[in-house]
């Protein structure tokens, strides 16, 4: 898509699909033209009834960083954190996944106080972060989409020294077909694909955990 004058041409697929009055078409029209579906289509809204409390931070503090963050997150709920650049939304998540160390605050889990040291540790009560940085944090880009997707569990596909690779290649094919990934095969590598199918690789990755 790109504008010229008062006008905006809309090509989806390396097809046109028509060019349009900016100030005669709307938001919702436009979308539509642009990806073929209506705007609620894209983004349907489910009546979901909210379960327990998963999770609870209480009064999270890192020095320098945040400071008192408190916030619970119900079965079936999505919770966002929002702010500018260097408000702490990251360091906030990274405390709770293990990657960094809060000086203050509790994390609760089904109810349950949990300390959590490590990202592996994280990942084995649960919880598990996407990170917002998908080619520097969450992929190795020079490797095939099936060693990414199984590398948080590649121990458990090795016996004496040599990977299981028929049931590793089975198992991650499986899971980025589950995530819809546009790809020739699990063998090519992260680095050719386009960012919102890398970032189908990254979620797969974490499916791998339940």
């Known amino acids: 898509m790109y504008r010229l004058a008062s006008r905006v041409t809309v090509f989806r697929d390396s097809q046109y699909i028509g060019t349009y009055d900016v100030n005669g078409i709307t ?8 990806v073929g579906r209506e705007i609620n289509d894209l983004f349907p809204k489910p009546e979901v009834e909210l379960g327990d409390e998963m999770l609870r931070i209480e009064h999270l503090s890192r020095t320098g ?3 008192d963050v408190s916030f619970n997150v119900r079965a079936g709920e999505i919770v966002g954190l929002t702010g500018l650049v260097g408000a702490g939304r990251t360091e906030v ?3 709770v996944s ?3 160390r809060p000086d203050e605050g509790k994390v609760f889990l089904e109810g349950k106080e949990v300390y959590i040291k490590t990202p592996s540790e994280a990942m084995e009560k649960g919880i598990i972060l996407l990170p917002e940085d998908r080619q520097k944090q969450g992929l190795v880009m020079s490797w095939g989409l099936g060693r990414n997707v199984t590398l ?3 121990s458990k596909y090795a016996k ?3 990977n299981d690779e028929k049931a590793e290649r ?3 094919k499986k899971l980025l077909e ?4 546009k790809a020739v095969d699990i063998f090519q590598p992260a680095s050719s694909l386009s960012g919102g199918n890398q970032q189908k690789v990254v979620v797969a990755k974490r499916l791998l955990r339940k």
């Open 27 to 34: 938001n919702a029209d436009l979308i539509k033209a642009m």
């Open 65 to 67: 960083f945040f400071k």
């Open 93 to 95: 998540m990274e405390a």
């Open 98 to 100: 293990g990657i960094t």
């Open 152 to 154: 948080p569990i590649i």
């Open 160 to 162: 004496s020294g040599f």
């Open 170 to 172: 089975e198992l991650s």
């Open 178 to 181: 589950e995530v819809d990934t």
